[in-house]
Every structure is written in structure tokens, then in C-alpha cells.
């Protein structure tokens, strides 16, 4: 009898358990520099202090996906360009955005190759070391990174820049940044889409200051569309620029900086924050037949 009752009870709670609605919350933030002058503010008030007020809001969602804009590297080689936007970081703040709840980092950028190849190396380690996942890298690992939310959704996500290698020769045998290239870039969402129920797709784009998104992001944006992409996720101008909604999906062209030194432009200390949800009832016993 007394186990009757007990069954009983487990039955209940999973089928209250399961009746529940299933949320998975996804938190897109834009561009992340850790060296210039947050490295200073980070020298001064501590590695955490620049995600002390969101820290709390990326530990409780599913995923936090942001754009690390600088390699995390101790080699002293950087390539060959303007020093004063030749970026670097230490390796050890890979715990710090694990610590502070970033799990998704794009880094097809214009300056993840800023100490070369062994730079992104050197990143990559740095980030699986803390279990942080990547996307827009090519050659060590797939730029497809995938993700089951609670809602029993997969997730994928894709990142791209347009901007050509700056300084540094590239070969084709080593690890790199993936390069938007329509045809290639098109296969690729195709074959992606697959293997997911929602692509996200990163890209790296946009004249830096224009608060306007150009001809050319609206073409490229709708092409990432037509393609399979169900959100177009944009960074780089370090401002904010246009959400479109076409065809029933988003483009967000640029949601500006998120970590980001003083830039003297206007706007530039505005950031878009994107927090999704995304609902469906699943049910152990209820709803369709178990
Ligand atoms: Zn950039």
C-alpha cells in the first residue's frame, strides 16, 4: 500500500514536471575588448568588474553569446599593422568570462588574428580550458557549434567576418577566422540548417561609427536569410544600426559594444542586449500520447 502511494506521488510530480513549459533564453551581446583601455579599468578594479551588473542575468539563462574581439595570448609577435589596434589579452581572463556567464564566443573578427596563428591558438586553448564553446574559427574545428536548449530545441550557431586578413599571409593548411564567401558561406548555412531546429548565424560587418546599416548588409543580411539563417546576429561598427525583420526573420545589423574601451564617437557607449526566449510545452504524459 505504502508503495502504491509512493508511486503515485512520483507519477504526479513527473507529470507536473513535465507539464511545465520549457524555456530556453538566449543572451546576445556584441563586441568584447579586453585589452587597450578595459585592460587598464580590469588592472584597477578587478577581471570581473566590467560584467559585475550582468553577470547574474548571463548565469540564469541557457547560453550568453557574445563577439571576444582580441586573441587571449602571452606571444609577444603581433602582426603587421597599426600598433595602437594590435589586440591582446591574458590567457587567464578565459575564466573570467566562464566565471561571469558567457558560453558562446564568436571570433570571426578583424582582430582575432592579431598575433597570428599562434594567437588563435593560444585563444582556443585558452577558452576550451575554461569549457567556453567558439564559433568562426576554421581548420582545428567545425564553425558549426550546436546546442539543445530545455526545450528540447537544437540550436545552431555560425559566425563570419568580411573584413580580409590584416598583416599576415594566410595559409590554407592552418587554423583561421572564417571569411564570409557567398557561395561557400551559403553551402554552409544549408548544410547547418540540417542539423538544427533555429540557426543563429554571427557575422562581423558594417563601416565602424555608421549608424545606418549600408545597401551591401541589407543584401548580404537577407542573402544569410534566404540561405537558412532564422536570426542574423551583426557586430562591428561599435554603434547601434537597424533590426529588419524579413521574411518572418530577424537581422539585427549591428547591436554595438558590449565591453568596449572610450571611443570618441558618439554612440558608441550604447549596446544592444538581446535576451530570447523561446517556449514549448513538452509533456511526459500529457498533451500527445506518451
Ligand atoms: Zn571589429
Known sequence: MKKGITLLCLCMLLIILGCRPKTTTLSFVGDILLSRGVASQIDAKGADYPF?????IFLKDSLTIGNLEGPLTEHDQGVYKNRHIVFKASQQLAKTLANNGLNLLSLANNHTMDYGYQGLQDTIKALKEHGLDMVGTRGQ?????TFVGENGMTFGFLGYTVFPPEGYIVSEKRTDVVYYNPELTHYEITEARKQCDYLIVQIHWGKEYDT????TQEKVGRQLVDSGADVVMGHHPHV???IEKYKGKYIFYSIGNFIFDHQNYRYTD????CNWY???KQTLNGGQSP
Open 270 to 273: 550604447e549596446s544592444v542586449f
Open 52 to 56: 559585475a551588473n550582468v553577470k547574474q
Open 240 to 242: 547601434i544600426q537597424g
Open 278 to 280: 523561446q517556449i514549448m
Open 212 to 215: 545606418y546599416y549600408s545597401t
Open 141 to 145: 574545428q567545425s564553425n558549426l557549434h
